[in-house]
């Protein structure tokens, strides 16, 4: 027997579901990959996801704007990075451009100077400034910034 308990009606799946919302947004992908996981049928599944958006519970452009706005404060990721990861969500392009609009670009240039600034000293002992602004430039574009914006913020280094 399995450790699981496989939840196999709508009925019962309903207000486990809507626990699973309220607790965080998720995305479209992750609310029916969890319905799934519950038994559920196709039918079933779809039948889930139209109500849980009418409820509310659900909201493909709010999740998206929390997804991108959360992921650049607390990781300070750039907008290449948070871009892929929606898309790897199934978020649509509309949703991707409203997310990565809602980011303030003052805040987004101050975090990339403040991460350059910080990757640029803790490369202290590296002698060849070239070495250094090339270590610099592959460290913020992991990050997932523009390069031609990183790309004079770090030509602005010492």
């Known amino acids: 027997m399995s450790v699981f308990r496989k939840i196999s009606t709508k009925d019962l799946a309903l207000p ?11 995305s479209h992908l992750e609310v029916q990959e969890k319905l ?7 039918k079933e599944v779809q ?23 959360g992921k650049f404060r607390m990781k300070q ?5 948070i871009k892929y990861h929606l898309k790897q969500k199934g978020i649509s392009e509309y949703c991707m ?6 980011i303030d670009e003052g ?10 600034k910080q990757k640029w000293n803790s490369l202290g002992e590296e002698k060849n400034k070239f070495n250094k ?3 610099v ?21 010492p």
């Open 133 to 135: 602004k090339k270590k």
């Open 137 to 157: 430039q592959d460290y913020l574009i992991q990050k997932g910034y523009e390069y031609p914006l990183l790309s004079a913020t770090v030509n602005d280094l």
């Open 77 to 81: 990721w750039g907008r290449i990075k």
């Open 16 to 26: 486990k579901i809507r626990h699973y919302c309220s607790y965080q947004e998720r």
């Open 36 to 42: 799934y996981s519950f038994g559920l049928w196709k």
């Open 47 to 69: 039948e889930i996801l139209s109500q849980m958006i009418e409820e509310n519970y659900r909201n493909e452009e709010r999740y998206a704007i929390q997804f991108a706005s």
């Open 97 to 102: 451009v409203k997310a990565l609009g809602a």
């Open 107 to 116: 805040d987004y240039r101050k975090t990339l100077e403040k991460l350059a």
